[in-house]
């Protein structure tokens, strides 16, 4: 049941861009929810006597933000990949592991082994380790089956997260992710991978197109003609681009104005003015680049020159990046990547918004979607601060404690 009330006793960091650079903060805040969305946010001492009548629920002095956004992840996926974590720290490196079999293929075999209520069962749990920490949307992608029936299970599963649980899911077709087994990559992407993505688009299975562009995945040509396909379906594309190496995908992705280029942390500061040009997010993903002992950081510095959004995400995966917090993310980016710690908080609320194509969140504002957590911390810097602590509140999800 949605209802009005005021939050009262609240700081609020509203991560609105209209207040300039930073959190956007409001000391001594109230905000008026009406039913699912936002009516009104400002100081306590100027809430319009329309709004003074409604239930007022005390927080204590407590910090309120939008409720974060995990803008990339494969949640949905069968078995783990522990093994090789312990090859690595045996000195085999990731591309080694893929090239022998391993690495994403080996999902491949056990998601496509996992029937549906499994899936959806390790899913679960993982959605709810985000909800835990204030997290309201959280993206999914396909990208382990490379086959027609397990690329359209795995996004039915996505769909079936929002089902089960108070959150929001925006899918992402991932069938270019990796070569299946013995096949050649470009049969793959004509034969298999774009029929499949219009068998998941005739289903309303899709949000956006997603590829690996890679020197162990997909040339800039294949994944071009993945997103020519995207585009005739009217859905739009977003890339993993310049992840382990530069393949030049992160221009592909401006050129067909993608939603994110995602890892980048082999872009020059041409493709940072490419995606600026575009108006494409930069998508952070310090998870893989920790657990992989990455050492090349991402162009932070150009893509702030150039104005383009920072988002961060978890990239929540079961081989580079077994990472089940997005307050942990911040945390690393900010540690590793220099992200400032309201870069980091923009980057899981309004840019993670803006990498999903999501104009309704990510901003405390009047109009938006009442999705709101609230955080037992003094100032928003905390957030990011704090290394494998969990200050969640409460979470408000369309308006819904
Ligand atoms: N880059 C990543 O970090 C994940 N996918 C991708 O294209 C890794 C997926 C995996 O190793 O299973
Ligand atoms: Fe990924």
Known sequence: MTSSFVMSGVTAATMDPTAGPGYGL??????????????????????????????????????????????????????????????????????????????????????????????????????????AQGVATVEVKSGYGLDRETELKMLRVARALARHRPVRVRTSFLGAHAVPKGADADTYIDEVCIPALKAAQAEGLVDAVDGFCEGIAFDTKQIARVFEAAQSLGLPVKLHAEQLSHQGGTALAAEYRALSADHVEYASDADAAALAAAGSVAVLLPGAFYTLHERKIPPVQAFRDRGVPMAVGTDWNPGSSPLGSLLLAMNIACTLFRLTPAEALAGTTRNAARALGLKDCGVIAPGMRADLAVWDVAEPAELSYGIGINPSHARIFAGET
């Open 26 to 131: 409001i000391q001594d805040a109230a905000i008026v929810v009406s039913g699912p969305r936002i009516a009104w946010v400002g100081p306590a001492a100027e809430l319009p006597a329309a709004h003074a009548g409604l239930e007022h629920r005390r927080f204590d002095g407590r910090l309120v933000t939008p409720a974060l956004i995990d803008c990339h992840t494969h949640i949905v996926h069968g078995g783990n990949r522990a093994r090789e974590f312990e090859m690595r720290l045996e000195g085999v490196s990731y591309e080694e592991i893929a090239r022998a079999g391993g690495g994403i293929v080996s999902t491949v075999g056990a998601t496509r082994a996992a029937c549906e209520a499994e899936l959806l069962h390790t899913a679960l749990a993982r959605v709810d380790a985000l909800i």
